[in-house]
């Protein structure tokens, strides 16, 4: 592991921690107590320029970094929730943009990265965290399809617009994994008969 993978990975995972302690806020048509954050944009931004399983990691560190914070009202319940569906949204939206050039592959890939977070946030909530919360089965159904589904569809598709937007614009400062993504990275040819060579002659 290089030195500069160790300094992007630390960024975007304090830039996570920092966009998830200090920009909250309710959607609207939504319960109060589903609050969106733009946190998972440096997590994808991760996933997508190191690895999915780095975005994973990212995430991880992000989330540990937020419960030791103190700042969850949902303590380790909802720190818990939030892992669960970040780690889906970033984890198959990465390996979807391993496929194709970048630009071609990155809508597709946080769209599925969206339906995937909300079908697994589905029966989480539902057989997991909302029984956590208290909630008896019989009203957690309604909720999983009046609230959690949508909510969580609607805050892929908030996120993603944002990493839509900023994605080509930071790819060229984001490492070397991003300019391989960008097929920037040269290939040497072979001199022909007549070119010169480095040394100033000719061969």
Do not use: C
């Amino acid at each position: 592991m290089s030195t500069l993978y160790r300094i992007r990975f630390g960024l975007l995972a304090a830039m996570a921690f920092v966009l998830m302690y200090a920009v909250e806020f309710p959607l609207p048509f939504f319960p109060e107590y589903l609050k969106y954050d733009p946190s998972e944009v440096p997590v994808l931004l991760g996933a997508f320029t190191m690895g999915p399983w780095a975005g994973f990691w990212i995430e991880v560190v992000k989330d540990l970094l937020f419960l030791l914070s103190g700042k969850s009202t949902a303590g380790i319940i909802g720190v818990g929730a939030n892992f669960v569906a970040g780690a889906a949204l970033v984890v198959t939206a990465g390996l979807l943009f391993r496929r194709g050039p970048w630009a071609g592959r990155l809508l597709p890939a946080l769209a599925g990265g969206a339906v995937a977070m909300a079908v697994v946030m589905a029966p989480a909530n539902y057989f997991v965290f909302l029984p956590l919360w208290g909630v008896p089965r019989q009203a957690a159904a309604p909720l999983i399809f009046s609230a959690v589904i949508p909510f969580n569809l609607a805050k892929g598709v908030l996120t993603g617009l944002i990493t839509l937007i900023l994605y080509p614009r930071l790819v060229s400062y984001l490492g070397t994994d991003a300019l391989q993504e960008k097929g920037q990275k040269a290939r040497p040819r072979p001199l022909g008969q007549g070119q010169k060579d480095p040394g100033g002659g000719r061969i």
